[in-house]
């Protein structure tokens, strides 16, 4: 089954940009990921999934046009413009993976984004 | 509006068992399936498993398939997770997620509110 790579930290500055990182393990690379966000206390929220070719799904609720997607090779990239304090929080990446007759999912182990 | 509603936290000791409820509205619930994950403190996620909101079916991970019992009653469009044999290290948030389709493969797009399970003699 895919393993999902996300450093553990990121940090950018009120008003910049960022681009946070998934990696899918080799042999995996038509794989499309989801990205979820995850604020301080809370459960996760889908924010968008990405393929090779770009945005896949539509934006889960509430998500700011500020955030995008990209796919390429094994990466998958979430970029969030113009960053918000609201926007700290820890992302992660997910995939579902057919294994025989059953399916598992997996995860990234996050990265937590800090907002200067 | 789509929400997934979760009961409260619960507190067991070793070897007991626990019973968390999802309580789904704003869509046709048989049209979807959940998922389960978890969350230990200051960890990453961890999917517990799945359950057909259509015909009960369910699918495990591996490493939770002999202790696991998921359900659904359609009736009160409520799905459940038992878990059982808990030990120290089953202390987590667990959540319940709404599976939709995306051509041959699923995304998690609505997240319950997480209910914590504590487990300490």
């Known amino acids: 089954q895919p393993v999902l790579t996300q450093p553990p930290s990121a940090s950018a500055s009120l008003g910049a940009s960022v681009t946070l990182t998934c990696t899918l393990s080799?042999?995996?690379?038509?794989?499309?990921v989801d990205w979820y966000q995850q604020r301080p206390g809370k459960g996760p929220q889908f924010v968008m999934r990405?393929?090779?070719?770009?945005?896949?799904?539509s934006k889960g609720d509430g998500i700011p046009d500020r955030f995008s997607v990209l796919g390429s090779g094994l990466n998958r990239y979430l970029t969030i413009k113009n960053i918000q304090e609201e926007d700290e929080s820890d992302y992660y990446c997910?995939?579902?993976?057919?294994?025989?007759?059953?399916?598992?999912?997996?995860f990234g182990g996050g990265t937590k984004l800090t907002v200067l | 509006q789509v929400h997934l509603v979760q009961s409260g936290p619960e507190v067991r000791k070793p070897g007991a068992s626990v019973k968390v409820s999802c309580k789904a509205s704003?869509?046709?619930?048989?049209?979807?399936?959940i998922s389960w994950v978890r969350q230990a403190p200051g960890q990453g996620l961890e999917w517990v498993g799945w359950?057909?909101?259509?015909?009960?079916?369910?699918n495990f991970a591996r490493k939770f398939q002999d202790r696991v019992i998921m359900t659904t009653d359609t009736s009160t469009t409520t799905a459940y997770m038992e878990l059982r044999g808990l030990r120290v290290d089953d202390t987590a948030a667990y959540y319940c997620?709404?599976?939709?389709?995306?051509?041959?493969?699923?995304?998690?797009?609505?997240w319950g509110q997480g209910t914590m399970v504590t487990v300490s003699s």
């Open positions: 997620a709404r599976e939709s389709p995306d051509y041959g493969s699923y995304f998690l797009d609505y």
């Open positions: 704003g869509y046709t619930f048989i049209n979807h399936g």
């Open positions: 359950i057909s909101g259509y015909d009960g079916r369910t």
């Open positions: 080799s042999g995996y690379s038509n794989y499309k």
């Open positions: 990405v393929g090779t070719g770009g945005i896949v799904k």
């Open positions: 997910g995939t579902d993976h057919v294994d025989g007759s059953n399916f598992v999912w997996v």
